[in-house]
Each structure stands twice: as C-alpha cells, then as structure tokens.
C-alpha cells in the first residue's frame, strides 16, 4: 500500500519507534472497526477506536447464549440460546447503525459449524437483521486467535490456546507468524456431556490432548491462555494469591500456581468463589471442566511459564485487516501517541521530552527505553485532572489502561514515572499497595525519569522546540544541564526546585549552564 507522506514528516528523525503513522489512510480506515462473535457460550459485540494498532475498546458487549449447550446430545443449537442470540445480533446491528460503523465482520464458531441447524441459523441471521455471518473451521478460529495474541504481543513466540464453549483450539506463533493449528472438542460445554463422571473425563482429555501434542510437537515455550474460562480461572488464582493487580491481560502464572488453584477450586463452595472473583454464574459452572484441561495441558506440554491474553479471535480479525507496517508497530507506542495527540497541551512535545531524558538511560536495554518513550508521550495527557488528585489519575490510568505490549510490572513502572511527573514523593500514595511489584532499582529508575520529566517540562512552552540537554556522568555523580539562553526567563524558583529534586534522586552534583543565543541573521548580506 502506497501512503502519501508529508514530506516534513518522512524527513524528521523520529528514532528508533518510528514516526506516528495513526493519520495515514491505512490506519484511518481501521479507526474505527465492528466486529461480532458468535461463540459457543457467548455472543459478543466488540467497537474498536483510536490507534489502530492498539484500539481502545468503544464499545463492548457480550450476551451469555449458551447456543452450545446440550449439542452433544441434539446435534443441534441450545433452541433458547438460539433465540438469545437471535436478540443479542438484532441489538449489535441497532447499535452499530447508530455509531455510524461500516458494516459489522461477523464469526461463529464451533457450535455453529457443528449443529445440523447451524446453516439455517444463519440464514434467519441474514434475513432478520441484514447480517452476514462467516462460519471458520477449527483450524481458521486458531488462526484468528493466535492473531490476536500477536496484536498485543509482537515478535511473541509460543503455544497459543483458545479455549470456548464447544472446542478448543491451538496454535504456535513465532516470528510474528502463525505456524500449525489443530483444533479439538475440549470445550467445557462438550465436557459436561462426556460419560463416566469426572474420572471418565480426566481420561478423554488425557487422551485427546496427547493427540494434541502428537500434532503440534514440542513447545515448551510460553503458553498464552485466551478465552473466558482461562480467565476466570485467572481471576481465581489472584483471588487464591492476593494478587494486587486486577488486570487480566498479561497475568502470569507458573504450573505450580496452576496446580494449586486447581485444588484451591476443588475444595471450595463455587458460589463463595464466584461472589468473591466477581465471575458470573455461568462462566463458573464451566470452571470445573476447564480447569481439568488446562491441568493436563500443561502438564503435557510443559511450558515455561503461563500468559493470559485478553486478545484473541476478534481482536485477530482486527489484526487481519491491518497491512503488515502497521502490524510491526509497538502497540504500546502507538497507543501513547495517540493519546498525545488527542490529550496533550503540546502534542508532539513528547518526543522532545524523550530525546531529553534519554541521556539518563542511555545504557538501557531495549524494552527499558520503550517505556521511557511512552512515558514521555503520556507526560501530560492527565492535566485537566484536578492538582491535588493528578499523580494518583497518572498512575491509575497507567495500571489499568487498555495498553497492549505491558507486563504488569512494566505497568507499574510507568505509573510510578508518571506519579513522580507530578509529585515528589510516592509514600501515602493510595496505590502503594502495588509497588511490590516492582524491585528497587526499577522503583528509583522510575523517580529519577518522573523527576526528569517534572523538570523538562518547565521549559514545555519555549515555542522553538529547543528544551536544552542532559548530560549524566553516574561514576563521578555528576548532572551537566545546558539550557538555551532563550529560556533563560523560564528557569525560576520551581524549575530550580525541580532540577535539585532529580539531582537528588541520582544523588548527582548539578553544574548548569545556558548557551549562548544564535546571532540573527545577516539582512545586509543576503544570508538567509
């Protein structure tokens, strides 16, 4: 795809992130995309907005049809589920008309593929609300879902598993690519329907999954758990550990962790646990059936740790429409860009602030400098907040935001710079619960990249773009500041404060000095 550039734009050094490219036509043409899953549990209808490659969320909604249930048996579509999700597309394609959206990309899966009805279910689909809806194959819906773990994670490798109401499927992902995918009865609604109790179901999943493995082969790389019984038995474990951060997406859990929870469910009242994890009725009656397989899943397959996506098939059939320059871009960048643009005082200041404060971390690893880069473009997106209550919206914001590309701990790492862009201390903060999460070293590198931001952007308003420059010499402590001589009015009792509160981080010596202004120009002489 060719983009038209602004030549101004294609000519500035933008570093190692890349120029914001949310304006070009590619990226406009995905503001704003509906897409429809018509699953064997649920049906939900998912708006994304914003920065293509990392959208928020506009909308979303999801009925709870069970059109899978009793399948096993019937060989045809939960006949009340039929009719809720009958209701649930009417809706989606009221709401969609009324946001203005192109026409809705719709999927089911498993329960309808399989039902002898399925095709007729579509049909009425069409002629009763004018939605097309596309039947995948197993293998297809592994696809869309290993898809929607690379939109969150690029470059990431692994064994991604989808599990829904009727199947579950898998699918290996590496190099940014989806590699085999096999696809499997597994899901819970199916299970509820396989006989001999519960010690005749451990061996058909037994069975089936080393079928499984015979297919896919080794991969004892990272496990990515997509679906909402992996979910909610995520939910479960940071119940069972007293995790402090409820953000699902990235969640990480070991096999010992697995193990434990799986007892923690058997021994314990389902409805206590749903009451206390905040998971619905139906979802927690499939708990005991999903936990069974992710039990023998790992211990067949044997990863090296557990992921939980939020991402999956319809955030893959995002992912499919995008061209591959937007699909190499760090959502995380992304997202913060475009927050910038859309809620800074100075959009653009960011990257002015970044080139800035780099000189702090100039021996950071990679992944390191991407957070100091979003840091950067995220400085000041919170300023209508009220003063007293700022720090607090900066890291709330930074926890909990639908922002792709994130451990929890790099989360709380941008929260904390982001606290600091605003205050000075940390203790007291109503948050602190969740500094835990972080080491240390990581902890002060976060202050000392707050109290840098706090400091450059005093001098946010220069007009010219030209904020000075930090020079760091950590053996001898020492801070060099060069400030422009044009700025030299700007540099008063707060920016002062604010400078020695960063040289006190670093416990640095401050020597400062402003450089002299560029002469004007040579009129006389013709020079321009």
């Known amino acids: 795809m060719n983009v038209t550039q602004d030549p101004a734009a294609a000519s500035t050094d933008w570093g190692p992130f890349g120029r914001p490219i949310f304006h070009d036509p590619g990226a406009r043409a995905l503001s704003r995309v509906g897409v429809v899953d018509v699953g064997s549990n649920s049906v939900r209808l998912v708006v994304f907005d914003g920065a293509a490659r990392s959208p ?6 999801k009925i709870m049809c069970a059109l899978g249930a009793g399948l096993s048996e019937s060989g045809r579509l939960n006949p009340e589920g039929r009719a809720r999700a009958l209701s649930a597309l009417h809706r989606f394609q009221y709401l969609a008309k009324g946001m203005g959206l192109p026409p809705l990309s719709a999927v089911a899966t498993a329960a309808v593929r399989d039902a002898e009805d399925g095709p007729e279910f579509c049909e009425e689909v069409l002629r009763e609300t004018g939605l097309k809806i596309h039947v995948i194959d197993g293998r297809e819906e592994a696809r869309l879902s290993a898809q929607g773990v690379l939109l969150g ?9 989808d599990i829904g109401g009727s199947s579950m499927e898998l699918a290996e992902i590496q190099e940014n690519t989806v590699g085999r995918r096999v696809t499997s009865p597994l899901g819970p609604l199916k299970l509820r329907d396989v006989k001999g109790g519960r010690k005749g179901r451990k061996e058909y999943i037994k069975t089936v ?9 080794t991969q004892r790389d990272r496990l990515f758990l997509v679906g909402g019984s992996w979910r909610a038995i995520a939910r479960i474990d940071m119940h069972r550990r007293g995790y402090p951060l409820k953000v699902l997406h990235e969640y990480r859990m070991t096999a010992k962790d697995v193990r434990e929870t799986a007892r923690y469910i058997e021994t314990r009242s389902l409805d206590k646990l749903r009451e206390a994890c905040g998971v619905s009725s139906s979802r927690m009656s499939l708990v005991p059936y ?23 098939i319809r955030e893959g059939l995002l992912y499919e429409q995008m061209p591959q320059r937007l699909r190499a871009r760090d959502p995380l960048i992304e997202a913060s860009r475009f927050a910038e643009m859309k809620d800074a005082r100075v959009p653009g200041f960011g990257k002015t602030l970044f080139d800035f404060v780099s000189p702090l971390f100039s021996g950071a690893r990679h992944s390191k400098r991407r957070l100091v880069k979003a840091a950067c473009l995220l400085h000041d997106v919170s300023w209508r907040a009220h003063p007293d209550y700022r720090a607090e919206v900066c890291f709330d914001n930074a926890t909990r935001a639908n922002l792709g590309g994130l451990k929890h701990s790099e989360r709380v790492f941008l929260g904390l710079a982001l606290l600091h862009r605003y205050s000075n201390k940390r203790q007291g903060s109503s948050f602190e619960y969740l500094y835990g999460l972080l080491d240390e070293k990581d902890q002060h590198e976060a202050e000392v990249l707050g109290k840098a931001m706090r400091f450059g952007a005093m001098m946010m308003m220069t007009g010219n773009g030209d904020i000075g420059s930090l020079r760091w010499q950590p053996r001898k402590r020492v801070l060099h500041v060069e400030l422009p001589g ?17 040289a006190k981080a670093l416990e640095a010596e401050i020597e400062l000095k402003f450089s002299k202004p560029a002469p004007p120009p040579d009129t006389e002489s013709g020079a321009e």
């Not at 994670?153 to 598993?161: E, I, R, S």
């Not at 999954?209 to 082969?217: D, F, N, S, T, V």
């Not at 999903?290 to 397959?301: E, G, S, W, Y």
């Not at 044009?486 to 960063?502: D, F, I, N, Q, T």
Request: aromatic content about 12%; overall charge neutral.
């Open 153 to 161: 994670w690029p470059g990431a490798y692994g064994l991604v598993c």
């Open 56 to 61: 928020a969320y506009f909308y979303n909604e």
């Open 209 to 217: 999954i080393e079928q499984l493995k015979e297919e896919m082969g």
């Open 486 to 502: 044009a700025a030299r009015p700007l540099y008063g009792e707060v920016a002062e404060a604010r400078l020695k509160s960063l």
């Open 290 to 312: 999903a936990i069974d397989v992710l039990t023998r899943l790992i211990k067949t397959f044997k990863p090296k740790d557990i992921a939980v996506s939020s991402y999956g």
